[in-house]
């Protein structure tokens, strides 16, 4: 009973993870721009969600509809200040100036909110369920049902839609898109916003359980990044699955050893991964020229 209690709890944590790698990888695609701001976004929808509270006294799912609109504006905000001005300098330019933006928002989150760990309410209840003598929180089943339906929505516009196939057009090859009557800028801010607002449903889904500060991005941000490479570099299937494997094996050594041997174990296979498959998962092996 106590592994599936882990089990669950691993999967649901993944579920969140899976939605801040879907933002970094989509943003990654598009933009061949790695956006650091990526943790310190789902930073500001977790507080977000905690000032909507007393304003909105319902449950956490009433309140994710506006953090995804708000957090999209958020994310357009950003590509206007931080990408598409600097979109023909040096890569090294957009990510210091998305390391900016996270830096603002810390600061600005600090300065609203202090520095104490906050909570937002749940998506549902806050009560336990008990499934043939394992108690599972509803919580941790609300996490999973609702990053499940996000990103299978995500999918099903990029398969099914106009605007899906204009922003993979975007991302596969930004000039020959253009060629073919694209509008590569708006979709480069549609693919920002979009990514973004995966980023504040995460916040969201991990600020009841895990709670949310204002210096809590950095931590996923680097999350995000492994999730990345363990699953193939612009890979969004491996993104996902990086992410839910990251998150087992947090809680799986955490429940054994410790927190922070589950750091260092994880960054010590991202090491290894780097070294025996550096392609990821899912990714294509890259020859070197001779």
């Not at 709890?9 to 989509?26: C, K, T």
């Not at 695609?29 to 789902?42: E, P």
Request: hydrophobic letters at 60%.
């Amino acid at each position: 009973m106590a592994a599936l209690q882990l089990l669950v709890n691993g999967v649901a944590l993944g579920a969140a993870y899976a939605l801040v790698a879907l933002g970094f990888v989509l943003v990654l695609n598009a933009t061949s721009a790695v956006n650091f701001a990526q943790g310190d976004l789902v930073m500001a929808g977790g507080l977000l969600a905690v000032a909507l509270a007393p304003l909105i006294p319902l449950p956490g799912i009433a309140l994710l509809p506006v953090v995804l609109a708000l957090m999209a504006a958020l994310g357009l905000l950003l590509a206007l200040a931080a990408y598409l001005p600097l979109r023909r300098r040096p890569p090294v330019s957009v990510f210091i100036s998305t390391i900016a933006i996270g830096i603002i928002l810390q600061n600005g989150a600090a300065i609203l909110f202090g520095p104490e760990p906050r909570a937002a309410p749940p998506l549902f209840g806050d009560n336990t369920l008990y499934l043939g003598g394992l108690a599972v929180p509803e919580q941790s089943l609300a996490i999973v049902a609702v990053a499940a339906l996000l990103i299978g929505a995500q999918q099903w516009v990029f398969a099914r839609t106009q605007l899906g196939r204009r922003l993979r057009a975007t991302a596969q090859d930004p000039e020959m898109a253009r060629a073919c009557g694209v509008p590569v800028t708006a979709m480069i801010l549609v693919t920002f916003a979009i990514g973004a607002a995966c980023a504040g449903a995460a916040g969201l889904l991990l600020a009841n359980r895990y709670f949310v500060t204002p210096t809590a991005g950095g931590d996923l941000i680097l999350k995000a990044y492994i999730a990345v490479t363990i699953g193939g570099w612009g890979s969004v299937p491996g993104a996902v699955v990086g992410a839910l494997l990251i998150a087992l094996f947090e809680v799986g050594v955490s429940s054994v050893l410790s927190y922070p041997v589950a750091l260092g174990a994880l960054y010590l296979t991202l090491l290894a991964i780097l070294v025996l498959r550096p392609q990821g998962l899912f990714g294509e092996a890259v020859r070197r020229r001779g």
